[in-house]
């Protein structure tokens, strides 16, 4: 068991680490691609770069559709670019989990691939579920 | 020139998430705790997005350190994924909360919220590691059957230390409390996951400290994507606080490896406290119960932290040296 459990720890490391690296070069690349063509996804930079809550144009997150992110990235937009690196980090725990789940099961230690499946599913719901709701109703 | 001004200003973002990174890694709090007084307080950002920028650069860092940490494998997946069935529950109900809070225009409570989860995270924080090794305790049934025990080999003392954890139950709901803040304020909410696992559940100091690392992503991720429906975050913001935090991190821990003065530990908790006294004003101000002009307010401010962290360094200094006596 404890061998497993080494070598569960291998695997979450090696996946953190690639998840933070990926995710930072999207961000930066975004931050960059935003600068050298003065906006993404029809925002000014003004828009992209101001914080003033009550202003209509304020580019927030619920004012990208994710749906455009393949297009986004492929038309080289900054928006998307920091859109998928932060989705990265935000599923990078999804991977972690499910890792775990299978581990567990595979050192046939059911309590945990239980305790280990009520937080996957408790992530995913937030994720998949909650979010997109409450962007439904809002 | 936009672009310029726009560069700069995203530089500076980037520079005080390095500084919220660094005082966060020192101390022990967690980049976010820091971040959010800096950008709300100095740069004028709504709280609403520093919180999101926070809970963002929150994962980062978690991953960032998790990776390195989990690879010594000093922290325990097996406990930390068992916690996390508490703090995930906690960050759903926690980033709801925000929803109605930002609805009723309730942000005062947040920043009272803040300060003071700041001002009494600093007591167990400078408190930690002070019962490490010392406490031996009887493994009771939770112990058992949720296999709390584990072993990792202590670099410093040249030796692998085997450990056992109890009252698993306390732990939880403990961290129901932390995923709840962590996803009301967008922080890791360490000096809580902190209380639950070293206090609670008797877990060493390096054990906890790299499993609520390893936690404190799963959390915050569990609130983020309540939080980017709910339009929360903000993207330049966002991109510049996670890059600045991650940085800030990575320098934080090199610092805290070559800090052999404890008394170099105190300089950040007191900036710290300061920020903790901040927020809690800003929050009272927001609700309308005070009106204080700024400059008068950040000499009040500076004399509240100032009384209380030379009140707490005497305290535990002295405690300390009492300590070696014996």
Do not use: C
Not at chain 2, 308 to 320: A, C, K, M, Q, T
């Amino acid at each position: 068991m404890d061998k497993n459990n080494e070598d569960l720890t291998r695997v979450i490391s090696i996946t953190l680490r690639a998840a933070v690296i990926i995710s930072m070069f999207f961000i930066v690349a975004g931050a960059a691609l935003i600068m050298i063509k003065g906006g993404g996804d029809g925002h000014t930079i003004s828009e992209i770069s101001s914080y003033n809550y009550n202003s209509n144009t304020t580019l927030r997150s619920n004012l990208v559709p994710l749906s455009n992110l393949p297009a986004g990235i492929f038309h080289l937009d900054g928006i998307y670019f920091i859109a998928l690196g932060l989705w990265v980090l935000i599923f990078t725990p999804v991977i972690v989990l499910i890792s775990a789940v299978v581990d567990f099961v595979v050192s046939k230690n059911y309590l945990y691939v239980l305790l280990s499946a009520i937080v996957l599913t408790n992530l995913v719901v937030a994720i998949f579920y909650i979010g997109p709701y409450l962007h439904l109703t809002s | 020139m936009t672009e310029v001004m726009t560069l700069l200003r995203f530089l500076e973002i980037v520079a005080g998430g390095v500084i919220a990174g660094i005082i966060g890694s020192v101390t022990g709090l967690g980049g976010g705790s820091v971040l959010v007084p800096i950008l709300t307080l100095f740069y004028g950002v709504p709280i609403i997005f520093a919180t999101g920028a926070s809970l963002i650069s929150t994962i980062a860092t978690s991953a960032g350190s998790a990776g390195t940490y989990t690879k010594k494998k000093i922290a325990n997946v097996k406990i930390g994924v068992g916690l996390e069935v508490a703090t995930t529950l906690g960050a759903i109900v926690g980033s709801l909360l925000v929803t109605v809070v930002y609805k009723y225009a309730l942000e005062w409570v947040l920043y009272l919220l803040f300060g003071i989860v700041i001002l009494t995270s600093i007591v167990p924080t400078i408190n930690r590691g002070k019962y490490e090794g010392t406490r031996v305790v009887k493994p009771d049934f939770t112990s058992r059957i949720f296999q709390l025990h584990g072993k990792y080999y202590d670099q410093k003392q040249k030796k692998t230390i085997e450990y056992i954890g109890i009252r698993w139950w306390l732990g939880e709901i403990i961290m129901f409390f932390a995923g709840m803040l962590s996803g009301l304020l967008g922080i890791g909410s360490g000096a809580l996951k902190v209380l639950g696992m070293d206090w609670a559940m008797n877990l060493p100091m390096k054990v906890t400290t790299t499993t609520s690392n390893f936690m404190i992503g799963i959390t915050a991720a569990t609130s983020s994507s309540i939080y980017w429906y709910n339009g929360f975050i903000q993207f330049y913001l966002a991109a510049a606080t996670a890059i600045g935090v991650l940085i800030g991190a990575i320098i934080g821990s090199k610092i805290l490896l070559r800090i052999s003065n404890k008394d170099v530990r105190w300089v950040f908790f007191a900036i710290l406290s300061y920020l903790g006294v901040e927020m809690a004003l800003e929050g009272l101000k927001k609700g309308t119960f005070i009106n204080i002009p700024g400059t008068e307010r950040f000499y009040i401010a500076l004399t509240i932290s100032a009384i209380l962290i030379l009140s707490l360094y005497v305290i535990f200094r002295i405690g300390e040296r009492n300590g070696q006596k014996q």
